[in-house]
């Protein structure tokens, strides 16, 4: 059975950095696009970044400039550097991983923004 596993959520203060991982366990194959998503309380999901298998990135306009998705197709694994981050970035964060079959998601993790 397939799952996803995050790791690196947490408290930061406003204008430090988190890096979040998510990694694939199980058999998994012909994965496609990977990314990450958000929750804010009150809020539907949205998308944070998607990276497809090529290398190709996708960011929402309110995380340009300071989040980086990236991906190890070797290890099936994705991960997202945040900096300088905001209050606003405050959410629940999930790793997706789509295949040519389904979309996995990870059970999240919470990111808060702080001071």
């Known amino acids: 059975q397939v799952q996803l596993v995050e790791s690196g959520g947490g408290l930061v203060q406003p204008g430090g950095s988190l890096r979040l991982s998510c990694a694939c366990s199980?058999?998994?194959?012909?994965?496609?696009?990977m990314g990450w998503f958000r929750q804010a309380p009150g809020k539907q999901r949205e998308l944070v970044a998607t990276?497809?298998?090529?290398?190709?990135?996708n960011y929402a306009d309110s995380v340009k400039d300071r989040f980086t998705i990236s991906r190890n197709n070797s290890k099936n694994t994705v991960s997202l550097q945040m900096n300088s981050l905001k209050p606003e970035d405050t959410a629940v964060y999930y790793c997706?991983?789509?295949?040519?079959?389904?979309?996995?998601w990870g059970q999240g993790t919470q990111v808060t923004v702080s001071s």
């Open positions: 199980g058999s998994i194959s012909r994965i496609s696009t």
């Open positions: 990276v497809t298998p090529g290398g190709g990135t």
């Open positions: 997706r991983v789509d295949t040519i079959f389904r979309a996995y």
